[in-house]
């Protein structure tokens, strides 16, 4: 005999499961979104509180060509500004994930990333670059024909933000390595 009183209750236990379930999925994809730190706030932590003036890296010739290169598409604006000297530089890029353009504050120092961050995180989806446990695989990155020279681990579903970020390294090391060359 069907027990109608205890199908209702599972019923509705499943449909409130089920409500519960979306709206945690909802938030979390909403509350990913957002700025993590500000340019600012960053540069001063990067140097200490004291900010240095910034350099401009002209986006022409040459240097537009291999920038085009390592990011797979035309780079639309017309310089890149950095802080910091010689031997250590921090660079804040933009780069598209899936549609919106998503922030990173990257600290180059003699060749190699010191420290990779997501600033700011405008994707629905792939937020999950922003941790610690991911941008730890860049730490001690070089460049090594326009490649990365350390193998970054993807993360299932981020795809597109772990290759934006992939290619903001890349672009950072080149230019580093570039205002070396100038200096």
């Given at each position: 005999?069907?027990?109608?009183?205890?199908q209702?209750?599972?019923?509705?236990?499943?449909?409130?499961?089920?409500?519960?379930?979306?709206?945690?999925?909802?938030?979390?994809?909403?509350?990913?979104?957002?700025?993590?730190?500000?340019?600012?706030?960053?540069?001063?932590?990067?140097?200490?509180?004291?900010?240095?003036?910034?350099?401009?890296?002209?986006?022409k010739?040459?240097?537009?060509?291999?920038?085009?290169?390592?990011?797979?598409?035309?780079?639309?604006?017309?310089?890149?500004?950095?802080?910091?000297?010689?031997?250590?530089?921090?660079?804040?890029?933009?780069?598209?994930?899936?549609?919106?353009?998503?922030?990173f504050?990257?600290?180059?120092?003699?060749?190699?990333?010191?420290?990779?961050?997501?600033?700011?995180?405008?994707?629905?989806?792939?937020w999950?670059?922003?941790?610690?446990?991911?941008?730890?695989?860049?730490?001690?990155?070089g460049?090594?024909?326009?490649?990365?020279?350390?193998?970054?681990?993807?993360?299932?579903?981020?795809?597109?933000?772990?290759?934006?970020?992939?290619?903001?390294?890349?672009?950072?090391?080149?230019?580093?390595?570039?205002?070396?060359?100038?200096?």
């Amino acid at each position: 005999m069907i027990n109608i009183k205890a199908q209702k209750k599972y019923l509705h236990r499943l449909l409130s499961t089920f409500i519960v379930l979306s709206f945690l999925a909802i938030t979390g994809n909403v509350l990913a979104r957002g700025v993590y730190q500000t340019n600012n706030d960053f540069l001063k932590e990067v140097f200490d509180g004291q900010i240095p003036s910034s350099h401009v890296v002209w986006m022409k010739g040459d240097v537009r060509d291999q920038v085009e290169d390592i990011l797979g598409h035309p780079y639309t604006g017309l310089r890149v500004r950095y802080w910091g000297g010689e031997d250590r530089n921090a660079w804040i890029l933009e780069e598209i994930g899936k549609e919106e353009p998503i922030t990173f504050g990257i600290v180059v120092k003699q060749n190699k990333i010191e420290q990779i961050k997501v600033l700011a995180y405008r994707e629905s989806r792939g937020w999950e670059v922003k941790y610690p446990a991911f941008t730890q695989q860049f730490h001690n990155a070089g460049l090594k024909d326009k490649k990365l020279d350390t193998h970054i681990d993807g993360i299932t579903g981020a795809t597109l933000s772990v290759w934006a970020m992939t290619d903001v390294a890349r672009m950072a090391l080149y230019l580093h390595e570039f205002t070396n060359r100038q200096n």
